[in-house]
């Protein structure tokens, strides 16, 4: 597996349809899906690749003078618990350190919704993110957004 920072911009648009279409449990309405295609460009983006082929993807956003977002990321499922996400993070949890970053957050859906998210919340407090708050309806009453968040710095 390797492990790289994508710059060009149709790059990450390309690697995160790719990945997110195939990941329809998370990711599975368009308008989303191509939200997050769209918004990819110009961020910090990092790729894992097995022979050439993308298997997963992170991608950070900036959301404050000291905080950047873990704003998206998905692994391809044949490839998950092998440790792919987790050095996807610690790739972006060190570039973002690396520009300064002192926080660094993620949105999830809050666990005891969807089996799929509790395993994404999961995942998350095993990285060492911790709960900050829950929004019961920044998104909708169906899917109450829970935030983690770590310092990085």
Same mark, same amino acid.
């Given at each position: 597996?390797?492990?790289? !920072?994508?710059?060009?911009? %149709?790059?990450?648009?390309?690697?995160? /349809?790719?990945?997110? *279409?195939?990941?329809?449990?998370?990711? %599975?309405?368009?308008?989303?899906? *191509? /939200?997050?295609?769209?918004?990819?460009?110009?961020?910090?983006?990092?790729?894992?690749?097995?022979?050439? /082929?993308?298997?997963?993807?992170?991608?950070?956003?900036?959301?404050?003078?000291?905080?950047?977002?873990?704003?998206?990321?998905?692994?391809?499922?044949?490839?998950?618990? !092998?440790?792919?996400?987790?050095?996807?993070?610690?790739?972006?949890?060190?570039?973002?350190?690396?520009?300064?970053?002192?926080?660094?957050?993620?949105?999830?859906?809050?666990? %005891?919704?969807?089996?799929?998210?509790?395993?994404?919340?999961?995942?998350? /407090?095993?990285?060492?993110?911790? *709960?900050?708050?829950?929004?019961?309806?920044?998104?909708?009453?169906?899917?109450?957004? !829970?935030?983690?968040?770590?310092?990085?710095?």
């Amino acid at each position: 597996m390797e492990m790289r !920072q994508v710059a060009d911009d %149709g790059e990450k648009r390309r690697i995160t /349809r790719l990945v997110l *279409e195939a990941l329809p449990e998370w990711f %599975g309405i368009p308008e989303e899906r *191509e /939200r997050y295609v769209a918004e990819c460009a110009g961020h910090p983006f990092f790729c894992a690749c097995d022979d050439e /082929r993308p298997i997963g993807f992170l991608c950070l956003r900036e959301t404050g003078d000291a905080t950047v977002e873990l704003y998206v990321m998905g692994v391809l499922r044949e490839h998950h618990r !092998q440790g792919v996400g987790r050095e996807l993070f610690h790739r972006a949890r060190e570039a973002a350190a690396g520009l300064g970053y002192a926080f660094m957050q993620v949105k999830t859906v809050q666990s %005891g919704h969807y089996e799929q998210y509790d395993h994404t919340n999961e995942f998350y /407090r095993s990285l060492g993110f911790r *709960e900050f708050e829950v929004f019961p309806t920044l998104w909708d009453a169906w899917n109450p957004c !829970q935030v983690y968040v770590m310092a990085i710095g």
